[in-house]
């Protein structure tokens, strides 16, 4: 559940207690019985917004498929996905103009902790699913995560192109090992729908 939604549920069950009658007064049986009924619905809706439960009473997330039903990955916002790629969770963006199905941002930086853009590449990772960059017909995502420090950065193309190593800025960051996964492999059909 977001703090968004803990603080509408919690601001639609402090406007409920607003109205119902103040302990030093002594309500009638009356107001008593009208106010029960809203407290247990308002009850009952924070418990149901805790559980991030959709609605219908539907409690199963929706999924995204392409053409032949085969799954993309399970929705985290309406153009956003996660799907397990090597045991790691791996969340990106789908498009619907992109002819693979999922944005392409054309680039990426690769950190290292060497000045001189040798050794292990590395990838922010700021979210509880690993971020996937599509490249290309790369899905670049962080395998970890990890408190780092990079001295170089480059900047790696879609084409294949690496631009030239660059000093990195020395902020400490949450980084992971930079795993790629070709896209074709999901051997994915567009259009892409969600379904239930």
Same mark, same amino acid.
């Given at each position: 559940?977001?703090?968004?939604?803990?603080?509408?549920?919690?601001?639609?069950?402090?406007?409920?207690?607003?109205?119902?009658?103040?302990?030093?007064?002594? #309500?009638?049986?009356?107001?008593?019985?009208?106010?029960? #009924? &809203?407290? $247990?619905?308002?009850?009952?809706?924070?418990?149901?917004?805790?559980?991030?439960? #959709?609605?219908?009473?539907?409690?199963?997330?929706?999924?995204?498929?392409?053409?032949?039903?085969?799954?993309?990955?399970?929705?985290?916002?309406?153009?956003?996905?996660?799907?397990?790629?090597?045991?790691?969770?791996?969340?990106?963006?789908?498009?619907?103009?992109?002819?693979?199905? &999922?944005?392409?941002?054309?680039? &990426?930086?690769?950190?290292?902790?060497?000045?001189?853009?040798?050794?292990?590449?590395?990838?922010?990772?700021?979210?509880?699913?690993?971020?996937?960059?599509?490249?290309? #017909?790369? $899905?670049?995502?962080?395998?970890?995560?990890?408190?780092?420090?990079?001295?170089?950065?480059?900047?790696?193309?879609?084409?294949?192109?690496?631009?030239?190593?660059?000093?990195?800025?020395?902020?400490?960051?949450?980084?992971?090992?930079?795993?790629?996964?070709?896209?074709?492999?999901?051997? $994915?059909?567009?259009?892409?729908?969600?379904?239930?």
């Amino acid at each position: 559940m977001s703090a968004n939604q803990h603080q509408k549920a919690g601001n639609m069950v402090y406007e409920t207690a607003r109205l119902l009658p103040v302990a030093s007064q002594e #309500p009638s049986k009356p107001e008593r019985r009208r106010a029960l #009924p &809203i407290v $247990l619905a308002s009850l009952l809706l924070t418990a149901s917004l805790a559980q991030g439960a #959709p609605a219908g009473g539907s409690n199963h997330p929706f999924r995204v498929i392409d053409k032949r039903g085969k799954l993309v990955g399970y929705t985290v916002t309406e153009n956003m996905v996660a799907r397990e790629i090597n045991g790691v969770w791996v969340s990106f963006y789908v498009h619907p103009t992109d002819p693979d199905g &999922i944005f392409d941002s054309d680039a &990426i930086y690769l950190n290292y902790l060497t000045t001189d853009c040798s050794g292990t590449a590395y990838v922010t990772h700021y979210s509880t699913f690993c971020e996937g960059t599509r490249v290309g #017909p790369k $899905l670049y995502y962080p395998a970890d995560q990890q408190m780092l420090t990079p001295l170089s950065l480059r900047v790696a193309h879609g084409n294949g192109q690496l631009d030239a190593c660059q000093p990195a800025s020395n902020i400490s960051g949450s980084y992971g090992v930079a795993a790629t996964v070709d896209i074709s492999t999901f051997g $994915l059909e567009t259009p892409f729908t969600a379904t239930q």
